[in-house]
Every structure is written in C-alpha cells, then in structure tokens.
C-alpha cells in the first residue's frame, strides 16, 4: 500500500481535504423516509459508489463510507442485525474502490442511539457492536474510522476502544456541539469541547474534531477550543453549509462553495488539519474548498 498514515501527513503540515455529505446525496438518489441508506451498500452498489466518486473527482483525499448507521443496534431496527458485518464491509469496499491507492477510506460509525447512563445497554454490548464494525470496515479496505456525531464520552471512548484494540485502523473521533445561551457550545449531552478533546485523546484517538450542527462561522470558534484543550492533536472539522433555512417545508442550507472557501484561511488557522463538509455540502463545495486550500 502507497498510503501513508493520515497523521503521518498531517504532521508534515499539510492541509487535507475530506469528503461532504452524503445522507442527502442519497436521497437526491432516491433514498426513502424510513429506508435504511446502509442496505444501499448491497443493494445499490453502483448508486454509493458514484458518491464517493463525486467527491474524489472534486478533490478530496479522502472519503467516508456509507456506513453512519451500521451497528447492529442501528441495523437491527430495519431487521438487519445479522448483516451487520456483510454491510460494513461492503460499504468500506465500495469507498475503497472509488477512492483508488492514493486516497484514503475514513469509513463513518455514528453513534447506536443507546445511552449507557439510561441502563439501554452495557458496556461490553456497545464494545461487542463497535468492535464488529470496525472489524468488518477494516476488512473492507478502510484506512481509518470516523467515529462522527458523537455527545456523550462513555459511548465515543468505548467506540474508540474497540476499534483501537481489534483493528490496525487510525481512528478519528468527532462530536456535535451546539451553542448556549451562555454562548459556549456544548454536545447534546452537556460535554464541552474542551471535555471531549482530553477524554477523547486519553482514549487513544489520533484525530479528534467536531462534525454537524454548524457552519464554518461556529466551527472556527470550537476549532480554537480544542486546539487550546490539545494543541498537538490533528483536528478535522466537517462543516455544515450554514444553519438550515426551512423553505416551503424543506430544509436548505444557505452557505455557497464560495462561502465556504472564503473561510478556509481562517479555519486553518485556527487549528483544523482535515477539512471537510457535513449537511448540505456538495462535490461543489470540496471543490471550493480545494481551491481555498490551493491559494493560501
């Protein structure tokens, strides 16, 4: 293999280009209210496929894998449990494909809806799931995990974990912070960037970030807390492309490619290493943001 390590790189100081969202993308494609967008890794191959490659042909180094949803616990509700390893490893290879020798797979594992706190789940459940995911990824080309959208510690550490005990994997883990009327920001579980950064780290992460929930405006400002909390840790930040405007009951989101690449120069300095797009953003938006990354 040609690639080097994600970290590898990054610590050279060069600036990295991730992928944007996919969950509209597949519903631009067809995807259903109430259909599991992970099953599309074996029934619709090609669709998926055609994503990742979107974003490798804007510029991206590297792409997720359609595989947000994809622990048993999430699987499970689509009657699904007993793929969990056939999908997860098909979404991994299908980024795999699209993403060539020179590009990387950060394969996504989101969040299983279980909240430890609540007794929904035991540890050694969340480890078991996390652990058959990661496993399976790995087994299907991935580079890294993008362990995204997290709110609580307990889950994303033990997530961390599995993946760090049972796979050669690099893993990234990023949580969503939304702002408080105290103006800080905080996870929908009251944990603050500064919390997540240190416990995320001890935990054994080698890229840490946020994802989701904001635009490039916030995601500055939570970028400059982490990179205080740890300032020796690569940051990846995927950005929504502004807050979502509902518009004749539809949710659009108001940031242009050429938004989003004006603020690239202050992201960078802000601390972010990897630099990317969440909901709303498109090939078009990458490629603005290549150009951004390209002209400083």
Same mark, same amino acid.
């Given at each position: 293999m040609s690639?080097?390590k994600?970290?590898?790189v990054v610590?050279?100081?060069?600036?990295l280009?991730s992928?944007?969202?996919?969950?509209?993308?597949?519903?631009?494609?067809g995807l259903?209210?109430?259909?599991?967008?992970?099953?599309w890794?074996?029934?619709?191959?090609?669709?998926?496929?055609?994503?990742?490659q #979107?974003?490798?042909?804007?510029?991206s180094?590297?792409?997720?894998a359609? #595989?947000f949803g994809g622990?048993?616990?999430?699987?499970e509700?689509?009657?699904?449990?007993d793929?969990?390893s056939e999908?997860?490893?098909a979404?991994a290879?299908i980024s795999?494909e699209?993403?060539g020798?020179?590009?990387?797979?950060?394969?996504?594992?989101?969040?299983?809806?279980?909240?430890?706190?609540?007794?929904?789940v035991?540890d050694?459940?969340?480890?078991?799931?996390f652990?058959?995911q990661?496993?399976?990824?790995e087994?299907?080309?991935?580079?890294a995990v993008?362990?995204e959208?997290?709110s609580?510690?307990d889950e994303?550490v033990i997530?961390?974990?599995a993946?760090k005990e049972n796979?050669?994997?690099e893993?990234i883990?990023?949580?969503?912070f939304e702002r408080?009327?105290?103006?800080?920001y905080? #996870?929908?579980?009251?944990v #603050?960037?500064?919390?997540?950064?240190?416990?995320?780290?001890?935990?054994g992460?080698?890229?840490i970030?946020?994802?989701?929930?904001?635009?490039?405006?916030?995601?500055?400002?939570i970028?400059?807390?982490?990179?205080?909390?740890?300032?020796?840790m690569?940051?990846l930040?995927h950005a929504?492309a502004?807050?979502?405007v509902n518009?004749?009951?539809?949710?659009?989101?108001p940031d242009?490619p050429?938004?989003?690449?004006s603020?690239?120069?202050?992201?960078?300095?802000?601390?972010a290493?990897i630099i990317?797009?969440?909901?709303?953003?498109t090939?078009?938006h990458?490629?603005?943001?290549k150009?951004?990354i390209?002209?400083?």
């Open positions: 690639r080097k994600i970290t590898e610590s050279s100081g060069k600036i280009i992928d944007g969202a996919w969950g509209t993308f597949l519903q631009k494609k259903q209210p109430g259909e599991c967008p992970e099953l890794c074996i029934e619709r191959p090609d669709d998926v496929k055609s994503i990742a #979107s974003y490798i042909e804007a510029g180094d590297m792409v997720e359609n #595989s622990t048993c616990f999430k699987l509700h689509y009657g699904l449990a793929k969990t999908i997860n490893e979404a290879r795999r699209a993403a020798e020179n590009n990387w797979v950060i394969a996504s594992i989101g969040p299983t809806g279980k909240i430890l706190l609540m007794g929904d035991t050694e459940e969340l480890y078991n799931a652990k058959e990661a496993v399976a990824l087994k299907g080309g991935a580079d993008c362990i959208t997290m609580a510690i994303a997530a961390i974990k993946a796979t050669n994997l893993v883990c990023t949580f969503t408080t009327v105290n103006d800080d905080r #996870s929908m579980m009251g #603050s960037p500064t919390d997540m950064a240190k416990a995320v780290v001890e935990a992460a080698d890229i970030g946020t994802n989701c929930g904001n635009g490039f405006e916030r995601m500055i400002d970028v400059k807390e982490i990179k205080a909390a740890v300032p020796e690569p940051i930040v929504n502004g807050a979502p518009v004749n009951g539809v949710d659009t989101f242009t050429e938004d989003m690449k603020r690239i120069k202050d992201m960078v300095e802000a601390g290493n990317g797009g969440c909901c709303g953003t090939p078009a990458i490629s603005a943001m150009e951004g390209n002209e400083l």
